[in-house]
């Protein structure tokens, strides 16, 4: 029986731009059931419908409390009874509710290797920024479970990319994305694998 992913993200959604084509392509041993979004613009959300996959928009919007977003999240999550939560680019931290019912299988994808510039305010570009003011010489993309506070819980896998003298911010930006991209396809096809063996 396929694994079911749900997928969260907030902006360009290039990590699931990936795991949309791996999918197409048999390659990705889940089914992506569903992505949800903060942002209704998101271009995540426009991936996804492009290929069939249904999308949700939750945010302040459309639950102003808080307590009441965490639930509708954790209602479309179990309506389609995903297995597995990936935050990929997601800028919102997940409720108790559905922090709770999904501990153990929500998995976040972050730019940096933890715990070096992780946490409240690292995200997307400010992250590459930060490493090529401190003079880093590598850098790369970390995918770990989830806990409540930003960027905190055990690290499942990680990938190292160099950081050149001549970088720009765009520069590393690109190279730790597509790093981070195949790192993250490599360690939900790991997840699969260490459940089918456990017998799951």
Not at 90 to 115: D, F, V
Not at 137 to 144: D, Y
Request: proline residues 4%.
């Amino acid at each position: 029986m396929s694994q079911r992913l749900a997928v969260f993200a907030s902006h360009g959604g290039s990590i699931l731009q990936a795991l949309l084509d791996a999918a197409r392509l048999g390659s990705l041993p889940m089914e992506i059931v569903l992505v949800i979004s903060n942002n209704s613009n998101s271009a995540a959300l426009a991936r996804a419908a492009e290929y069939g996959v249904p999308t949700a928009h939750f945010s302040s919007q459309t639950h102003p409390n808080e307590q009441m977003l965490d639930a509708a999240i954790a209602q479309a999550l179990a309506d389609a009874d995903a297995d597995w939560v990936l935050l990929a680019g997601y800028m919102k931290k997940l409720g108790e509710t559905t922090l709770s019912r999904y501990r153990n299988r929500i998995i976040n994808a972050h730019p940096a290797l933890l715990p070096k510039y992780g946490g409240k305010g690292f995200f997307g570009r400010k992250v590459h920024a930060a490493v090529i003011a401190a003079g880093e010489t590598e850098s790369g993309a970390t995918v770990h479970l989830v806990e409540g506070d930003y960027d905190t819980g055990p690290i499942l896998s990680q990938v190292r990319v160099p950081v050149k003298p001549s970088d720009s911010v765009d520069d590393l930006e690109n190279r730790v994305k597509a790093a981070e991209r195949n790192l993250v396809l490599a360690t939900l096809t790991e997840l699969v694998n260490c459940k089918h063996a456990a017998g799951y």
